[in-house]
């Protein structure tokens, strides 16, 4: 090995060793209820306790998706993403620290859908993890 090689070698462990981290599960309730206090600046009013909204749950086969509303092109590179999404949900199911964005719409003659907003190749792969036999009846979904 020549000396190049071992010193790359050296900065690529190194670098790994700059960003290991050890994190221990810490509690949402007491974290929730410091609010900002530590990082409000003077004359700001801080929020005392912070809040959180609701994740819905819904049946991924109820979302429809916008013509023309998702600008990327779905090109090899877009489907091999897909491919790598499913085969994780595969394994583990649909993350649920991903939420899909949707916007509920009144189709009129009290009919409501689901659009999807955000989250395209997640939607994709979700539909083909379902296709391929995999039971996820509902995903979690953030409505904008």
């Given at each position: 090995?020549?000396?190049?090689?071992e010193?790359?070698?050296?900065?690529?462990?190194?670098?790994?060793?700059?960003?290991?981290?050890?994190?221990?599960?810490g509690?949402?309730?007491?974290?929730?209820?410091?609010?900002?206090?530590?990082?409000?600046?003077?004359?700001?009013?801080?929020?005392?306790?912070f809040?959180?909204?609701?994740?819905?749950?819904?049946?991924?086969?109820?979302?429809?998706?916008?013509?023309?509303?998702?600008?990327?092109?779905?090109?090899?590179?877009?489907?091999?993403?897909?491919?790598?999404?499913?085969?994780?949900?595969?394994?583990?199911?649909?993350?649920?620290?991903?939420?899909?964005s949707?916007f509920?719409?009144?189709?009129?003659?009290?009919?409501?859908?689901?659009?999807?907003?955000?989250?395209?190749?997640?939607?994709?792969?979700?539909?083909?993890?379902?296709?391929?036999?995999?039971?996820?009846?509902?995903?979690?979904?953030?409505?904008?």
């Open positions: 090995m020549d000396a190049i090689t010193q790359q070698t050296d900065a690529v462990n190194q670098m790994d060793l700059d960003f290991r981290l050890n994190i221990f599960p509690s949402i309730k007491k974290a929730i209820a410091k609010g900002n206090r530590d990082v409000i600046l003077k004359g700001e009013v801080p929020i005392e306790k809040g959180s909204s609701d994740l819905w749950n819904i049946d991924p086969r109820c979302i429809e998706v916008i013509p023309g509303y998702n600008v990327r092109v779905k090109n090899a590179k877009y489907y091999q993403k897909v491919e790598l999404l499913k085969n994780n949900m595969m394994e583990f199911g649909f993350s649920r620290d991903s939420p899909l949707l509920v719409t009144d189709e009129g003659d009290g009919k409501t859908s689901y659009k999807l907003k955000r989250g395209h190749r997640r939607l994709e792969a979700v539909l083909a993890v379902i296709a391929a036999g995999k039971t996820i009846k509902t995903v979690p979904c953030i409505i904008a």
